[in-house]
């Protein structure tokens, strides 16, 4: 009996060291790569926007609410009783994570224009109320789903459809009368319907590292991601 427990034992270990050091980052990467993606309403050619700076801002809060909320342990994931291989890949992933934040932000905000500071300013003000806010993990994770659910549904669906090309006319006349009213300031650029497709994904992407991240933290009874050792 205790030599089958010993095996699940070893079975479940070998499972989170795959989860944490070779399936997360893959995802976080993915997501770093698709959130910045964009595809031309012209000639459908593929153009890749680099964060900007307010979307590394938002990242960085948006980290700290991860912190805050318990979704991940920093002391446990970077200590001096870590074998040093262990701290690299805890820090390895930490970084994507922070890279993959940054672009789900990116795929979610207008590209230019004073909707992107209003969008901005929105996500800045929720994430620096919720820094002061009681969180435990599975409220977070639900908070961050309606935050960024919401974004996309502006982005993607409302503002996507009121400014598409190949709209009616009623549909023009509203966009050009918005542009004419505030000067250019609410206009955005146009992208192929396949832009939402991809922001999709890569935010349905992004939450189930999230929630693997906190399955993982969670397994263990101190809370700790698996270390990398040579008797596992």
């Given at each position: 009996m205790k030599t089958d427990e010993l095996v699940l034992a070893n079975n479940k270990l070998r499972n989170q060291i795959i989860v944490s050091y070779l399936v997360l980052p893959f995802i976080f990467l993915t997501?770093?790569?698709?959130?910045?993606?964009?595809?031309?309403?012209?000639?459908?050619?593929?153009?890749?926007?680099?964060?900007?700076?307010?979307?590394l801002i938002l990242s960085v809060l948006l980290v700290l609410l991860l912190v805050?909320?318990?979704?991940?342990?920093?002391?446990?994931?970077?200590?001096?009783?870590?074998p040093p291989m262990t701290n690299v890949a805890h820090v390895w992933l930490l970084l994507t994570l922070f890279f993959a934040s940054a672009q789900a932000f990116n795929s979610v905000l207008p590209e230019r224009g004073l909707l992107h500071w209003l969008f901005s300013f929105f996500f800045l003000w929720t994430l620096w109320n919720n820094q002061f806010s009681s969180f435990d993990a599975r409220r977070l994770l639900r908070s961050l789903v309606v935050l960024f659910g919401t974004a996309f549904l502006l982005k993607h669906l409302l503002l996507s459809s009121l400014y598409a090309s190949d709209g009616t006319w009623l549909k023009s006349l509203t966009s050009t009368l918005i542009s004419s009213v505030t000067l250019g300031t609410f206009d955005t650029p146009r992208f192929a319907a396949s832009t939402g497709y991809i922001s999709f994904f890569t935010l349905g992407l992004y939450m189930v590292g999230l929630i693997?991240?906190?399955t993982v933290q969670n397994s263990t009874p101190s809370r700790n991601l698996p270390m990398i050792s040579g008797n596992s």
């Open positions: 997501v770093a790569l698709l959130g910045g993606l964009r595809v031309s309403s012209d000639n459908h050619a593929f153009m890749f926007l680099p964060p900007s700076l307010i979307t805050r909320g318990g979704l991940i342990d920093i002391r446990s994931m970077i200590a001096g009783i870590n693997l991240i906190g």
